[in-house]
């Protein structure tokens, strides 16, 4: 079974560019999150999907970031213009549904923002 | 607010040293505390998931414990491969998913 995917792996930009990030989770999965997780720090969820819908975005920046889950599918992560406390790594997840709580991650997008 | 904390921040153990890592939370309505393992570089692994107080499961050299407010990692013998962050992990009564901020566990041979 094929995991979840992320590109890219690595990025670096300058404040005030603009980011995008992809994710392919597990075929099947309804349930996608998008994380950001500072160095140092535990995963901080910014949005989770049931399918193309949005479930909780209460911790999503939405002055500069954007998700979306169009096909409930695949799922990119925006970030428009980015600052430098933006620099972090972007993890994805999937789960089976929201009621399956054990959760699938990705390798993860490094950004640098300098 | 709920809220999951991790103790240690850092543990460093000699290969065989058993010993224990900590994870307290306070969340209303709490649906499960979930134990991950994370690799430099590499997006978490799930380990647990555990339900209720007084449940147990058992992986490996890895055992993990709940009770109404804390949770335990037992690590057994633990072996040079055993070193990574793990992290702690809540689901709240609302579905909200709270990570806490890991212990990195250095096993040395």
């Known amino acids: 079974e094929a995991g979840v995917a992320q590109s890219p792996r690595y990025k670096i930009i300058e404040k005030r560019q603009s980011v995008a990030f992809w994710c392919n989770p597990i075929?099947?999965?309804?349930?996608l999150y998008w994380y950001q997780q500072i160095l140092g720090q535990g995963p901080k969820l910014l949005i989770q999907?049931?399918?193309?819908?949005?479930?909780?975005d209460s911790q999503l920046p939405k002055d500069r970031f954007s998700a979306e889950r169009l096909k409930g599918v695949d799922s990119t992560l925006k970030i428009q213009p980015a600052k430098l406390e933006d620099s972090a790594v972007y993890l994805c997840?999937?789960?089976?549904?929201?009621?399956?709580?054990?959760?699938?991650f990705g390798p993860g997008t490094r950004l640098t923002v300098t | 607010e709920d809220q999951v904390t991790q103790s240690p921040e850092a543990l460093r153990l000699q290969e065989g040293e058993s010993s224990s890592l900590n994870c307290s939370y306070t969340?209303?309505?709490?649906?499960?505390l979930f134990w991950y393992r994370q690799d430099p570089g590499k997006g978490p692994e799930f380990l647990f998931t555990?339900?209720?107080a007084g449940e147990e499961k058992e992986k490996e050299r890895l055992k993990a414990t709940l009770t109404k407010k804390e949770s335990f990692l037992h690590i057994t013998a633990p072996k040079p491969e055993d070193s990574a962050t793990y992290l702690c992990?809540?689901?709240?009564?609302?579905?909200?998913?709270?990570f806490g901020t890991g212990t990195r566990l250095k096993v040395l041979a």
């Open positions: 992990a809540v689901i709240s009564g609302t579905y909200k998913y709270i």
């Open positions: 075929s099947g999965h309804a349930t």
């Open positions: 999907f049931q399918n193309n819908g949005v479930v909780d």
């Open positions: 997840a999937s789960s089976l549904n929201q009621g399956s709580y054990e959760q699938y």
């Open positions: 555990l339900y209720s």
């Open positions: 969340v209303s309505g709490l649906r499960g």
